[in-house]
């Protein structure tokens, strides 16, 4: 990860712990914009340099510890206890969504709800799984853009996927968005 070969002063480095009780899972005002728990909480924590990574527009490093017993290893497909790409991939975007709450990038937007933004292009590449003994997945995203549309936001980054010692996926052009919810924050149309 590019985090290992930076010399960065703790100063600009923020740690956030993702455990359930443990940071800020919403954003201000709470609502909306969340990131998922339960059986989709797939990161513990994410480091972030705000203007770091190979573009400038930020970095952040993500990790979860892989529980043996988690859910999705006796749900993926029969005699092949993984954990599916797709999570991966969700933990990817979940670390987005952590750079969006802890930026506070999304201020301003009226009633703001994430997804995925319509018609971004995205690439991924994958040359491994995760198993039940792996210990621990990690990840890396570089923003490669913030774009701001009236109250639309979308972030776009590019980003790799470790199991110990082995970069297993690469995405390019992993983006996450926010912009205003019909629904008012009890889930009932505005």
Same mark, same amino acid.
């Given at each position: 990860?590019?985090?290992?070969?930076?010399?960065?002063?703790?100063?600009?480095?923020?740690?956030?712990?993702?455990?359930?009780? @443990?940071?800020?899972?919403?954003?201000?005002?709470?609502?909306?914009?969340?990131?998922?728990?339960?059986?989709?909480?797939?990161? /513990?924590?994410?480091?972030?340099?705000?203007?770091?990574?190979?573009?400038?527009?930020?970095?952040?490093?993500?990790?979860?510890?892989? /529980?043996?017993?988690?859910?999705?290893?006796?749900?993926?497909?029969?005699?092949?206890?993984?954990?599916?790409?797709?999570?991966?991939?969700?933990?990817?975007?979940?670390?987005?969504?952590?750079?969006?709450?802890?930026?506070?990038?999304?201020?301003?937007?009226?009633?703001?709800?994430?997804?995925?933004?319509?018609?971004?292009?995205?690439?991924?590449?994958?040359?491994g799984q995760i198993l039940r /003994?792996?210990?621990?997945?990690?990840?890396?995203?570089?923003?490669?853009?913030?774009?701001?549309?009236?109250?639309?936001?979308?972030?776009?980054?590019? !980003?790799?996927?470790?199991?110990?010692?082995?970069?297993?996926?690469?995405?390019?052009?992993? !983006?996450?968005?926010? @912009?205003?919810?019909?629904?008012?924050?009890?889930?009932?149309?505005?």
């Amino acid at each position: 990860p590019w985090l290992d070969e930076q010399d960065i002063p703790p100063s600009a480095l923020r740690r956030v712990g993702l455990e359930p009780g @443990s940071g800020p899972r919403t954003g201000a005002g709470g609502g909306l914009l969340h990131l998922a728990g339960g059986h989709l909480s797939l990161v /513990d924590e994410v480091e972030i340099v705000p203007a770091g990574g190979r573009f400038g527009a930020g970095y952040l490093r993500g990790r979860q510890h892989i /529980d043996p017993a988690a859910w999705y290893f006796s749900c993926h497909f029969h005699r092949d206890p993984v954990m599916p790409g797709s999570l991966g991939v969700e933990a990817v975007l979940q670390g987005l969504q952590a750079f969006v709450l802890d930026q506070q990038l999304a201020e301003g937007i009226p009633n703001p709800r994430f997804a995925l933004p319509a018609g971004q292009q995205l690439s991924w590449r994958y040359r491994g799984q995760i198993l039940r /003994d792996d210990g621990d997945m990690q990840f890396d995203v570089h923003v490669r853009e913030i774009q701001r549309d009236g109250d639309r936001l979308v972030v776009v980054g590019d !980003a790799s996927l470790w199991k110990p010692d082995l970069r297993i996926y690469e995405l390019t052009g992993v !983006a996450i968005e926010v @912009s205003p919810s019909d629904l008012d924050f009890e889930g009932s149309p505005a």
